[in-house]
């Protein structure tokens, strides 16, 4: 058995102060990041993911890795995921849209945050989580093409809980094209 790697996309609370955790039975919305991430892991992972708005996010799980992605609407419960993980002694590393617009205040609730695109980094992140050698801080050169690029993995999703109509997202380019100074 390899090594087990628990990927998380966190619901949201229902307010800053209102700590309740949103739930749905299902939605149309497929989540891309979970399965995208999940093709990018080496294969001697054993992957498991998660998108906690559609299904029970569970503390007991023993992960050799935790790695979550956040949109700045999750991030506080992301936050508390990631304390609960980390006190357990497990290592916990985040990405996605709300660690790069915010890595410092990020970079304090987990041990280590990815900036950018996973793919370049990804797998060194693994790597280093799993010889107990992980950087604070991962910063993804800028990806030049996206030919190469594997099918997101989603099979590893329970898709029974996106509804009988589902939205699937599709990657057809990254990023704005333009070089606008003000970006």
Request: glycine share 8%; with cysteine; net charge positive.
């Given at each position: 058995m390899g090594k087990k790697?628990?990927?998380?996309?966190?619901?949201h609370y229902a307010s800053r102060t209102n700590?309740?955790?949103?739930?749905?039975?299902?939605?149309?919305?497929?989540?891309?990041a979970l399965p995208y991430l999940a093709a990018?892991?080496?294969?001697d992972w054993d992957v498991t993911l998660v998108d906690e708005q559609v299904q029970e996010l569970s503390f007991d799980t023993n992960p050799d890795v935790v790695a979550i992605t956040t949109w700045?609407?999750?991030s506080l419960r992301a936050y508390d995921i990631a304390a609960e993980f980390r006190?357990?002694?497990?290592?916990?590393?985040?990405?996605?849209?709300?660690?790069?617009?915010h890595p410092?205040?990020?970079?304090?609730?987990?041990d280590a945050i990815g900036i950018?695109?996973?793919e370049p980094i990804w797998p060194q992140m693994l790597a280093d989580a799993s010889a107990g050698k992980l950087e604070k801080i991962y910063r993804a050169p800028q990806m030049t093409s996206i030919a190469s690029l594997p099918i997101p993995h989603w099979h590893k999703l329970d898709l029974s809980?996106?509804?009988h109509f589902k939205t699937f997202s599709l990657m057809s380019s990254r990023g704005c094209p333009m070089q606008c100074e003000f970006c």
């Open positions: 790697l628990l990927i998380i996309q966190p619901s700590r309740t955790v949103f739930k749905s039975k299902t939605r149309a919305l497929v989540p891309l990018l892991t080496p294969k700045t609407v999750h006190n357990r002694g497990i290592p916990v590393i985040m990405g996605g849209p709300h660690i790069w617009f410092e205040e990020a970079a304090k609730h987990c950018g695109e996973a809980r996106y509804g």
